[in-house]
């Protein structure tokens, strides 16, 4: 039986460990990239797993990551967009550079890396693209506005190429978490919370403990805290299985899901894909 290939972006921590990990537990062959694979030891190179630099920002790191999987592996049948983070800050208090730093990774990250590989899996007539991206893709979060036009971003260029590319032979997913132990949103960002005027850091800060404790509640939302495997079985799903293009993961962003009345939307999409797309 073929043993099919995975290539997982951002590998060094959180839900791309998971994720990197559940494929090989069941029987792919795992291309683990992450920016500084020598610091890596759970996911060191070993039978049908390789751990290699891959930075989203470098087109030749991307190019040597795909390289060295396919002379490793042979086709990649899967790709995984994880890399990229979060970061708490009003629009005020996030610098230029800050902001073309966030959508660089969280945005133009995953593009980089796509275009590399939909001319190979386009060749082949299949292959899987999932992207992890967030539910404030869906619903934008006050004190992360930067974070939250990134996701929304990058919810809509993949729901838009899932319809392109269906006919194709190629799949594409969002899997949408939402509130998690390992979501960092104040990774690299949150010493902007104390920048800008009086006023604007006292808000800043009521605002941070609201969302604080709110996103505490939320991360319990079925009674217990939120297993960040949920993230990483939903990937999986995807790579196997009939998905929707959205997939929502966690009591809490299906509740939410729900209260937007955007839990039908995958019917929609159906029939605006019908409308709109060319069949084979």
């Known amino acids: 039986m073929h043993r099919q290939t995975a290539l997982i972006t951002g590998c060094s921590s959180g839900f ?36 290699t630099r891959l930075d989203v ?36 208090q996030a610098s230029e550079s800050d902001m073309r730093s966030m959508f660089e990774t969280n945005l133009f990250g995953p593009i980089n890396i796509m275009r590399v590989a939909l001319p190979k899996m386009r060749a082949s007539g299949t292959g899987t693209i999932i992207n992890v991206t967030s539910m404030a893709g869906h619903m934008a979060l006050p004190g992360n506005s930067i974070y939250s036009a990134s996701k929304h971003a990058m919810v809509g260029l993949t729901e838009a190429m899932a319809l392109e590319y269906r006919p194709l032979g190629i799949r594409i997913f969002s899997v949408a978490p939402g509130a998690y132990p390992t979501t960092r949103f104040t990774a690299n960002t949150d010493k902007r919370i104390d920048e800008g005027d009086a006023e604007l850091v006292a808000y800043s800060n009521r605002l941070r403990e609201q969302i ?69």
């Open 57 to 92: 920002n470098d087109s030749q790191s991307i190019e040597a990551a795909f390289s060295a999987g396919e002379a490793e592996f042979g086709f990649i049948d899967t790709v995984v967009n994880n890399a990229g983070y979060g970061g708490y800050g009003l629009f005020e």
């Open 16 to 51: 791309g460990k998971l994720i990197a990990t559940t494929f090989h537990d069941n029987d792919w062959n795992v291309i683990a990239t992450m920016r500084s694979p020598e610091q890596e030891t759970d996911l060191a190179s070993g039978e049908h797993m390789l751990a």
């Open 212 to 280: 604080n404790s709110v996103g505490a509640q939320m991360a319990s939302e079925s009674g217990k805290i939120a297993d960040p495997q949920e993230v990483a079985d939903r990937v999986y799903a995807c790579a196997t299985s009939e998905m929707p293009i959205h997939s929502p993961t966690g009591a809490d962003a299906e509740m939410l899901i729900a209260m937007m009345g955007q839990d039908n939307r995958q019917d929609f999409l159906d029939r605006i894909g019908t409308m709109l797309v060319p069949g084979n």
